[in-house]
DNA sequence: GCCGCTTGTTCCGCTCTGCGGAACGACGTA
DNA sequence: TACGTCGTTCCGCAGAGCGGAACAAGCGGC
């Protein structure tokens, strides 16, 4: 285990969720580093273009070199690529927010997004990491999981407190999913959400997709409509990529 | 220079930009290693979840993670955050593709991208680097050099052989469009783009905006107004935000 | 103007991290 | 069966990296 590895990137990891640039000092405390350590690391990573410092404060900031890796690394990714076009045209078909999203530890992260040309309220960001249960497409990647009970209490455990709903709510909640064959949420106020699971090679779902809009644009109809048109696009996609 | 996290940064390159598994000899070659060094480096980021290992055939590839940090970097950008408004409307209005790209050293890169409904030929991905000589907006850039010669000479070293052009030619481009307020590209055939320069607080370009189209799409009158979309949208930014 | 706090940076000696040559077992092929 | 190549493990040596301490620069309040 590396520490000069493991120390770097943890720094590198500080300065990408901080945002604004950073002093040394706010830096090497909050990643339990001695100042002269953090300051050699920090130089280090000057020198490779992966942080840059500004001339005049001597704060240290992330700089894009990180993005564009990361750009050329979801790029390739299989999931994504295969799923594009099939985003595009549901996109196309139902006007909303669509979004691409894989499992992550318990967890779901957000692949892809593309919004809606109506106003909408809020959408998880691509990038963006959120508990699976808090999601309607990562209830739908649970209600695929083998042992419902099991899968459900391990995800409450890591929802913490901002699911306010007993297990055995939770339980009965993915049956429905499962039986549907999608799930939905009203967890965000105000904006109703739609999500279908692929299934992967290994029996655990690849990835989901989900829809989400503004409760008020969406009728009784409206939601049967929208659903069909969620199932056929993973099934269309199913069918015409195999598993993920 | 610590050398055991250039080394893993090295590692982390190769892997974002090899797109497939790799396997570990052709990795350690590739980046100049003994097989032993870069097996303990790669163990330590499998176990920071930078790297995911093939379970079947010991493949190294990279993981979401780092393209997680990377877009937590770009969404703070303030760059990005000024323009995204000025993007969508000069969108909406134009109808074709709308690039946000920055200066990154001789290169441009690229922030983001609106993709136009009407079908297109090629732009460049957001996080991809381009030799600022080839695109208008990096051109429209260089057009605001204190020394156009030499901005234009350096630009011209860099661009490889891939600008088939003579430094007095490029000299005489750049001018124009400096005259003129935006650059004009045809570089990649087929399509034709315009870039416009952003200033920044620095005196040099923090920013450039570009809006790329099939040829055939753009007849004389549409350059002209497709023009005066592209300057009144840079202006507008500049009037309401201040220099980047 | 002076003092005291905090900043980023530099130095240097000790130590333990990380290095890499070599050997290993597993697998696939000739 | 013999060979090539794969990923992995081992271990002794060396120097990379660690961190306490001292440093100069900048800032705000007496």
């Known amino acids: 285990m590396d520490q000069a590895v493991s120390r770097s990137l943890a720094i590198l990891e500080a300065l990408a969720s ?32 992966y ?9 240290y900031g992330a700089s894009l070199k990180l ?10 990714h299989p999931v994504k690529r295969a ?9 196309r078909e139902v006007g909303e927010t669509v979004s691409l999203l894989v499992p992550s530890g318990e967890d779901v992260l957000y692949l892809e997004r593309l919004v809606s040309p109506r106003p909408t309220r809020f959408s998880a960001r691509p ?20 042992d419902l009970r099991d899968a459900a209490a391990r995800a ?28 939905i949420s009203r967890d965000t106020p105000g904006v109703v959400s739609m999500g279908c699971a692929i299934p992967g090679r290994t029996g655990s779902p690849a990835a989901a997709i989900s829809i989400s809009a503004p409760v008020e644009r969406v009728t009784q109809e409206d939601e049967a409509r929208v659903a069909t ?4 696009t993973c099934a269309a996609l199913q069918d015409t990529v195999g598993l993920l």
Not at 67 to 76: C, K, N
Not at 85 to 91: I, P, Y
Not at 128 to 139: E, F, I, N, Q, Y
């Open 18 to 49: 901080a945002g604004a640039p950073v002093r040394l000092s706010r830096l090497s405390e909050q990643v339990g580093l001695q100042k002269s350590t953090a300051h050699r690391i920090l130089q280090t990573l000057v020198a490779l273009g």
């Open 51 to 59: 942080v840059i410092q500004e001339a005049e404060t001597g704060r």
């Open 67 to 76: 993005w564009e890796l990361g750009s050329a690394i979801v790029f390739e």
């Open 83 to 91: 799923a594009a076009s099939f985003l595009q045209s549901l996109h």
């Open 127 to 146: 990038g963006s990491r959120v508990p699976a249960l808090l999601t309607s497409g990562g209830r739908a990647m649970l209600a695929e999981a083998a």
């Open 156 to 183: 409450l455990a890591h929802a913490g407190d901002r699911r306010e709903a007993t297990l055995a709510e939770i339980v009965r909640d993915l049956e429905e999913a499962r039986r549907r064959g999608y799930a």
């Open 229 to 232: 048109a969620l199932l056929a």
